[in-house]
């Protein structure tokens, strides 16, 4: 059996999972400080493991908390540096449509919302167009509570969904090996609903 490390981190539940002859999987609850826990979750792994190999390590790369996937990479990148491991990118959403077939919703911010499709890609609609989704009879699914969604008119069964580190490797163990290979050649990184904002300073610190 091949060692994973699995850290999810892009929404609020969190979690992390270690796939090993000594497994472990702990989650907790965080809007801003994924560290704070994340961090005692992976000594915990770590001393599991001991000095067995890590050879992968599975980052779910959202969509969702651009604050928590980085805090996620910036982590797995430095055990990496340490075991020799490889960190691979995957995308968070993917657990929840694979099983179904189904799109995954969330707020987009702004008053608009991102869909993943089952395809993987991924589109920023108006509430109106996810409604007009609906009427077409498409199986749309949320990461979003129920009220939350009410609140824009949008009315669906399943809601609250949640990606979990242990999702991550169950999605990873079910991938061909070809799909395997493509996403450990992507250099991993946030998935970005919008293209991010970088401000450019009027003038270096040093000028006057």
Known sequence: MTNILAIE???ARASLA??????????????????????????????????SPLPLILVGSGPGSYGGVRVALAAAEGIALVRGSHVVAVPSWAQLSAKNGCSILSDARRGEWTLQRATGEIEVLTSE???QLLAQ????????QEERLRRSGIELKHTGLTPTAEGLIAYWLSLPREEQEALSAVPAAPIYVRAPHITIPKRKPWEF
């Open 18 to 51: 270690l796939h090993a002859a000594t497994s472990l999987s702990r989650a907790w609850t965080s809007l801003q400080n994924h560290d704070a826990f994340l961090f005692p979750a992976l000594h915990e792994a770590l001393e599991n493991l001991g000095t």
């Open 9 to 11: 981190c892009s929404g």
């Open 129 to 131: 167009a996810v409604r």
């Open 137 to 144: 009879g498409e199986d749309i699914r949320s990461v979003e």
